[in-house]
């Protein structure tokens, strides 16, 4: 039986409407397939067209980007193949975070830590199946903090404030993606976001001024975001990272251009330091470069 499909991304970005500075990072971004080699798993919410590494090195090529991190995305589930298979073939400019659950050994991390995987991703999110079970959580977590890694977490505004208790017992790296996708029409006064502002001051947690497209309410050019971006970059300038997402799984009505969504970056920034901390020296700190 066919899962739910999403559409295409944008294959045509933009050229960015300034220049990127060297070792630019999309450090949120994911590839998919061929289905024919790596198989999306039989329960994903969603089967993605197939989008694998020649695809996305094509569009960091259009837009400037050299460096990336290949998130594991949930239609692959724990099968980390297709994410594994990117960084093998430019190990030097690729990093990657993985999904993976208690079945996973202290050698199979290990091996992917290997092969460039830095961090373990978990989804909250309810139309990706809900948050996880916080036990088996925390045993994938403490095999991974002996290898330096960190957790990525994918949440909406609503699990941000239940788990706020789980969240600040954590003693790691945390990355959250999306802003936390807060949605932009409840303000920044909203509960989730000032949890999230609480978070980021803590030098432990990072996170990514990236899916605009997802937490806007008012569509293209996604500007409504603008002063979230900014009020996070404000607090912590040196662990913020930005990404394309792209291919830019499950969006409903308006695929972003992912040289559009770089201009809204430079929006966000106020100074080129900024900027350039943003797309080069953090992702080198957390990334290992």
Same mark, same amino acid.
């Given at each position: 039986?066919?899962?739910?499909? +999403?559409?295409?991304?944008?294959?045509?970005?933009?050229?960015?409407?300034?220049?990127?500075?060297?070792?630019?990072?999309?450090?949120? +971004? @994911?590839?998919?397939?061929?289905?024919?080699? !790596?198989?999306? @798993?039989?329960?994903?919410?969603?089967?993605? /067209?197939?989008?694998?590494? #020649?695809?996305?090195?094509?569009?960091?090529?259009?837009?400037?980007?050299?460096?990336? %991190?290949?998130? *594991?995305?949930? +239609?692959?589930?724990?099968?980390?193949?297709?994410?594994?298979?990117?960084?093998?073939?430019?190990?030097?400019?690729?990093?990657?975070?993985?999904?993976?659950? #208690?079945?996973?050994?202290?050698?199979?991390? #290990?091996?992917?830590?290997?092969?460039?995987?830095?961090?373990?991703?978990?989804?909250?999110?309810?139309?990706?199946?809900?948050? /996880?079970?916080?036990?088996? &959580?925390?045993?994938?977590?403490?095999?991974?903090?002996?290898?330096?890694?960190?957790?990525?977490?994918?949440?909406?505004?609503?699990?941000?404030? #239940?788990?706020?208790? !789980?969240?600040?017992?954590?003693?790691?790296?945390?990355?959250?993606? @999306?802003?936390?996708?807060?949605?932009?029409? *409840?303000?920044?006064? $909203?509960?989730?976001? *000032?949890?999230?502002? $609480?978070?980021?001051?803590?030098?432990?947690?990072?996170?990514?001024?990236?899916?605009?497209?997802?937490?806007?309410?008012?569509?293209?050019?996604?500007?409504?975001?603008?002063?979230?971006?900014?009020?996070?970059?404000?607090?912590?300038?040196?662990?913020?990272?930005?990404?394309?997402?792209? /291919?830019? /799984?499950?969006?409903?009505? @308006? &695929?972003?251009?992912?040289?559009?969504?770089?201009?809204?970056?430079? $929006? =966000? +920034?106020?100074?080129?330091?900024?900027?350039?901390?943003?797309? %080069?020296?953090?992702?080198?700190?957390? =990334?290992?470069?």
């Amino acid at each position: 039986m066919e899962k739910k499909s +999403c559409m295409p991304p944008n294959k045509t970005p933009i050229s960015p409407n300034f220049i990127l500075p060297k070792n630019a990072t999309d450090a949120h +971004c @994911h590839v998919f397939g061929p289905r024919a080699i !790596f198989p999306y @798993h039989p329960k994903a919410s969603y089967w993605p /067209p197939d989008n694998g590494k #020649e695809e996305l090195k094509k569009i960091h090529d259009a837009i400037g980007i050299q460096r990336a %991190v290949i998130v *594991q995305a949930s +239609c692959h589930g724990i099968d980390n193949r297709a994410m594994m298979d990117a960084l093998a073939h430019n190990p030097d400019n690729y990093r990657g975070v993985c999904i993976a659950d #208690e079945s996973f050994s202290v050698n199979d991390f #290990e091996q992917l830590n290997e092969g460039g995987v830095c961090g373990v991703r978990f989804n909250f999110v309810k139309h990706l199946g809900g948050a /996880p079970n916080l036990d088996k &959580m925390k045993k994938v977590l403490d095999r991974v903090i002996p290898l330096g890694w960190h957790l990525v977490i994918h949440v909406n505004a609503e699990d941000l404030i #239940e788990y706020e208790h !789980f969240f600040a017992q954590l003693d790691m790296p945390i990355v959250v993606d @999306h802003m936390g996708r807060v949605p932009t029409d *409840q303000g920044v006064e $909203q509960e989730a976001f *000032q949890i999230l502002k $609480q978070f980021v001051h803590n030098e432990n947690w990072w996170v990514k001024v990236s899916g605009a497209e997802r937490i806007s309410k008012l569509g293209p050019p996604f500007e409504d975001a603008i002063p979230y971006a900014k009020e996070l970059i404000s607090i912590a300038p040196k662990r913020i990272l930005w990404g394309t997402d792209f /291919p830019h /799984p499950n969006i409903k009505t @308006h &695929m972003p251009n992912d040289g559009h969504l770089l201009n809204l970056l430079n $929006q =966000y +920034c106020e100074t080129k330091e900024e900027l350039e901390d943003i797309l %080069v020296h953090n992702p080198a700190k957390l =990334y290992n470069w």
